[in-house]
T-cell receptor, first 112, second 109 residues
């Protein structure tokens, strides 16, 4: 357990609305990640950060943006939510880009 | 496209038996390898990491890595009903992690 919290834990929103998910960590880990988990696809990386204001895209980044203004916070924004973005979103942190990751509790997002 | 393949299962073993979980990966440049356990409705929990060829043991768990064959496995000895979960294989390449879809394990009392 790396002291990772996510908010909100559950959210229902309508198609076309913007949504921001927050990940907060207390471990001072340099790396932070956003994943989505869908049946049949497993965990897929959306975006990651390797330091404050340093971010990069993952394999499923379209429709998502991120920001990291402080070491402890990593925000994921859906600019205009679509039904295909209904998923469980997990944040993870790590001390380096190659070593262990630790996951937060997840956010279940439903887009109607 | 980086690929990590796992048998989806379900895999059923009797209590006390050895459970064997397998994973193959496509990118020869992959550097580090992980096994996570995920209970239904919960987040993935790291149980093993392995970085070099060979075996790594931690309690009832043994991870095996063969980079030449691009193969990672996890053995669970003396399986317990509490081991019933989905096991995710993860592979690191560069700064990115790629996950398999998981193998569902059921340990039958």
């Amino acid at each position: 357990d790396a002291g990772i919290t996510q908010s909100p834990r559950h959210k229902v929103t309508e198609t076309g609305t913007p949504v921001t998910l927050r990940c907060h960590q207390t471990e001072n880990h340099r790396y932070m990640y956003w994943y989505r988990q869908d049946p049949g696809h497993g965990l897929r990386l959306i975006h990651y950060s390797y330091g404050v204001k340093d971010t990069d895209k993952g394999e499923v980044s379209d429709g998502y943006s991120v920001s990291r203004s402080k070491t402890e916070d990593f925000l994921l924004t859906l600019e205009s939510a679509t039904s295909s973005q209904t998923s469980v979103y997990f944040c993870a942190t790590g001390t380096s880009g190659a070593y262990e990751q630790y996951f937060g509790p997840g956010t279940r997002l439903t887009v109607t | 496209q980086k690929e990590v393949e796992q048998n989806s299962g379900p895999l059923s073993v009797p209590e006390g038996a050895i459970a064997s979980l397998n994973c193959t990966y496509s990118d020869r440049g992959s550097q580090s390898f992980f096994w996570y356990r995920q209970y239904s409705g919960k987040s993935p929990e790291l149980i093993m990491s392995i970085y070099s060829n060979g075996d790594k043991e931690d309690g009832r768990f043994t991870a095996q890595l063969n980079k030449a064959s691009q193969y990672v496995s996890l053995l669970i000895r003396d399986s317990q009903p509490s081991d019933s979960a989905t096991y995710l294989c993860a592979v690191n390449t560069g700064n990115q992690f790629y996950f398999g879809t998981g193998t569902s394990l059921t340990v039958i009392p």
